[in-house]
């Protein structure tokens, strides 16, 4: 409501570099605070368990956000964006949140050299969720920049699933996946 109705900040301008900027700064930044704010809350709670029960667990809160955010849109429309919603947005917003919600942990956890790598990651999950929505929502090249938001959506499944890879040989157990 702040973003949107006091100050205007809304995607109804037509300045392509503002769209960005209101989805980066706005979209993105708003959902991604808000999912790690609901994180927060138990985070504290994760200190003492398994790096990957941290990671699973922040990963639960995106899906319960996109879980949210899919029924407001259901709602409103049954056309072509509920299937696309149903096949990106709750792996996106699992992805999102279970990578800045560890590194929140971590930072918790290990203190000080932590908090630069958990501000990193979040600013990252940020931009990366921003400019997603640019490219979904853009008409630049007649709307053919959207077909781009499938390469973020890619970047960021693999860093994912690479972390959870990797998490995974802390139990001694090694997944053969064909990431980077």
């Known amino acids: 409501v702040l973003q949107d109705e006091i100050i205007g900040h809304t995607e109804r301008v037509a300045s392509e570099g503002y769209l960005l900027t209101y989805f ?20 504290p709670l994760l200190r ?8 699973l667990t922040a990963a639960a809160v995106g899906l319960g956000f996109a879980t949210l955010e899919n029924v407001g849109y259901f709602s409103i429309e049954l ?3 509920v299937l696309a919603r149903f096949l990106t947005a709750n792996f996106f917003h699992l992805t999102l949140t279970g990578c800045s919600g560890f590194a929140l942990v971590e930072a918790l956890d290990r203190g000080e050299e932590a908090w630069m790598d ?12 921003g400019t997603y929505d640019y490219l979904l929502s853009t008409s630049l090249m007649d709307g053919t920049l959207s077909y781009f938001a499938m390469t973020v959506f890619v970047y960021i499944a693999m860093r994912f699933l690479a972390d959870a890879r990797s998490m995974s040989d802390i139990y001694g157990h090694r997944y053969p996946m064909p990431l980077v």
């Not at 704010?37 to 985070?43: D, Q, S, V």
């Not at 003492?48 to 990671?55: D, L, S």
């Open 118 to 129: 958990f501000t990193k990651t979040f600013f990252l999950m940020v931009a990366l969720h």
């Open 79 to 81: 056309g072509p964006v």
């Open 48 to 55: 003492p368990a398994h790096p990957i029960e941290r990671f």
């Open 24 to 43: 980066v700064l706005g979209v993105g930044f708003r959902e991604e605070l808000i999912k790690l704010l609901c994180f927060a809350l138990i985070a």
